[in-house]
């Protein structure tokens, strides 16, 4: 409880005002320049945004740039999903009856895998944490069936405010063929944008933003990433997002997005992604750990 407690803490913060000091544009271009370095590692293209929400200093490096999200879409669907929650369209304990030919066989699922792909009826909430904190592709194209399709949590982001997102396709439609996945796409920058909202509470009500935090915060995937190289202990809410390797050994995507709570309390909104990689896992990994431990400083 010790974590959610200052997560939540961190909604109550005023807004930052836009920009940076002069005092701390040295550090910024320090860091800027840190981040190019350790980006040439991944051999691919490697997109990063921090905001730092007490000074309101922000930088990015291809910030703009589309990169596939992989499982990062998975947070904005899980905000569709609570939404619907908070407006009296579903309840986090009703029943959700899933068939078996529900289950897609050739995707990840430890959900899938529990139940041996048998008939089921599953809570909402437990079909949410499986799909946020485990990052279970079955039940994610569930959750999309459940609240309307892609298209329908698409037009919800936007209507956030956040435009460069795009939500096109279910796990299993990315699974069928490599250049899919590119359709669903964010910009880093955007991703930020969109995880400072949910922190302020401008899109769920203050007890699904909970939730939803504390499923990020058990996220089981992506240890070595973001918080590879964090001090241990340090609060992170993230959700990551892998891709496979094709056979000329490029890797999509390998991306982690998230909230980190500083020394001082205050949140670092931190998003992450590296593209068209040639690098091997370990070494991808390794750089979104060393971008976000150089943030962290």
Not at 41 to 48: K, S, W
Not at 51 to 58: D, L, T, V
Not at 62 to 84: C, N, R, T, W, Y
């Amino acid at each position: 409880m010790k974590l959610i407690t200052l997560f939540i803490g961190l909604l109550s913060l005023p807004a930052a005002s836009f920009g940076q000091t002069s005092q701390s544009r040295p550090a910024a271009n320090a860091l800027q320049d840190s981040l190019g370095t350790i980006a040439k590692d991944a051999r691919g293209i490697v997109g990063v945004s921090l905001h730092y929400k007490a000074s309101g200093r922000r930088i990015s490096l291809h910030g703009m740039e589309h990169f596939p999200m992989q499982s990062v879409f998975k947070f904005p669907l899980a905000l569709k999903i609570l939404h619907d929650v908070d407006n009296g369209r579903f309840s986090l304990d009703q029943m959700i009856h899933i068939d078996q030919k529900d289950w897609a066989p050739k995707i990840w699922s430890p959900l899938r895998d529990s139940l041996n792909g048998q008939t089921a009826d599953i809570p909402l909430q437990t079909l949410l944490r499986y799909t946020v904190s485990y990052s279970d592709n079955s039940g994610c194209d569930i959750l999309f069936r459940l609240t309307g399709g892609t298209r329908i949590v698409n037009d919800f982001i936007h209507h956030t405010g956040v435009k460069d997102i795009a939500i096109v396709a279910t796990e299993t439609e990315m699974a069928r063929a490599w250049n899919v996945q590119y359709g669903n796409w964010c910009t880093p920058d955007a991703m930020t944008a969109l995880l400072e909202l949910f922190i302020d509470g401008k899109i769920l009500k203050p007890a699904t933003t909970k939730i939803l935090m504390q499923f990020m915060i058990n996220t089981s995937t992506g240890p070595g990433r973001l918080k590879g190289l964090l001090p241990p202990g340090i609060p992170l809410a993230h959700k990551t997002g892998t891709s496979n390797t094709n056979d000329k050994g490029i890797t999509a995507a390998t991306n982690d997005v998230g909230i980190i709570t500083l020394p001082d309390g205050k949140p670092l909104i931190i998003s992450v992604f590296v593209k068209d990689a040639a690098a091997d896992e370990p070494t991808r990994e390794r750089v979104i750990a060393r971008i976000a431990a150089a943030a962290y400083k």
